[in-house]
């Protein structure tokens, strides 16, 4: 599969210190770290960060940083369970209705809490051609998969005319109604997501979504957006992923910044993920119990609309949970406790009608 470079992408500790992304005495931690894990950030990020300011929200997620060869006990190889739902190569089936195909391992930017962190890279290679047939194949065996979800790495790194084949061989299979691409290229390098492109990943008779992955408001630049209006033009549906991030966006004004930027690129916000249990990602986890109650917070501020679902993924592959906040607990009575946005509980008594 043809890969495109992305141009003055920087991908070695020495550039970013002379882009001024980390200062020069930090050359032999990013040295340490850029042995163990992938280095990317493409020009249209890096020309976010604030030089000089290490707690950059942008700089953050993709400087590396020492504690990333710190592991926590609690932490996996292979957090969400991938290998043990692989029936073959390249293939995750963990639901009924869906599979995910792994079409590239490699992404534009290489964010510093992946979850897929021990598999990607740039050498980690793509799916081949024959790996590919295999996958189709198992699709086409089954009529229960009515998604198809492509990810990786970042699947629209690939050339519009490899994007294009991908679509057509998923849209020939009738059972196959959705096809879903997850990318960070909206964001990362929006130049990229041509008219070309966005028009490659749509199939008559097949709903085309593109789950876009940005974690602060200022990844929403108005190149960011054109991107985004460029798929949505072409008839994609566009989603929403992000990460709950300590120090980039565990606040409620920047959360909500974020949600309202995706709606008014004309994403629905979709997942705010709880940061998986990848390997020297704990300094970049916030409590379940912050996180609950950020999204109460949300839900007093924001329009029903730019709400995502804030979801933890069960490690060993055992699917993804809504985790709350609880609104509805049931009391000893039969009665309901329901607790409005701002905390307060009331009660409600779920009467049936007459008839029933
Ligand atoms: S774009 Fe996605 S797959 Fe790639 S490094 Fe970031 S989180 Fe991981």
């Known amino acids: ?40 950030i493409t020009a249209a990020l890096a020309a976010l960060i604030e030089p000089g300011d290490p707690a950059d929200p942008i700089a953050r997620q993709f400087v590396p940083d020492g504690r990333e060869l710190v592991r926590d006990p609690a932490e996996r190889d292979d957090p969400i369970g991938d290998d043990a739902m692989s029936p073959i190569h390249g293939l995750v089936h963990r639901y009924p209705d869906r599979v995910l195909i792994k079409l590239v391992a490699a992404c534009a930017v290489y964010c510093r809490f992946c979850f897929r962190r021990e598999r990607v890279g740039p050498g980690a290679g793509a799916l081949s051609a024959d790996e590919f047939a295999a996958a189709l194949d198992y699709v086409r065996a089954r009529p229960a998969i009515w998604e198809v979800i492509l990810t990786g790495g970042d699947p629209m790194i690939l050339s519009p005319r490899r994007i294009a084949e991908v679509t057509r ?66 008839g994609a549906m566009l989603v929403s992923q992000s990460v709950l991030l300590r120090g980039v966006n565990d606040d409620p004004e920047t959360l909500t910044a974020l949600m309202r930027a995706f709606v008014e690129a004309r994403v629905k916000p979709y997942y705010l993920h709880h940061c998986d249990l990848a390997p020297g990602t704990a300094h970049w986890r916030v409590p379940i119990a912050k996180g609950q109650e950020l999204m109460r917070l949300l839900r007093g501020r924001l329009s029903g609309l730019a709400i995502p679902t804030y979801v933890l993924d069960i490690p060993g592959g055992r699917g993804k949970i809504p985790v709350g906040p609880q609104w509805l607990a049931r009391e000893e009575d039969g009665a309901y406790a329901a607790t409005d946005p701002s905390g307060v509980e009331h009660v409600y008594v779920d009467r049936l009608g007459a008839d029933d």
Request: glycine share 4%; net charge positive.
């Open 1 to 40: 599969m043809t890969i495109k470079p992305t141009p003055q992408r920087l991908t070695a500790p020495r550039s970013l210190i002379a882009a001024g992304l980390a200062p020069p005495e930090r050359l032999a931690e990013l040295d340490a770290v850029a042995g163990r894990y992938a280095i990317g």
């Open 169 to 234: 061989a998923l849209a020939s299979i009738p059972h196959v109604k959705t096809l879903r691409w997850h990318s960070r290229l909206p964001v990362a390098a929006p130049e990229r997501v041509t008219r070309a492109m966005a028009r490659a990943l749509i199939a008559d008779g097949k709903t085309t979504v593109v789950a876009v992955h940005a974690n602060h408001p200022r990844e929403l630049t108005e190149a960011a957006r054109a991107a985004c209006r460029r798929l949505s033009d072409a």
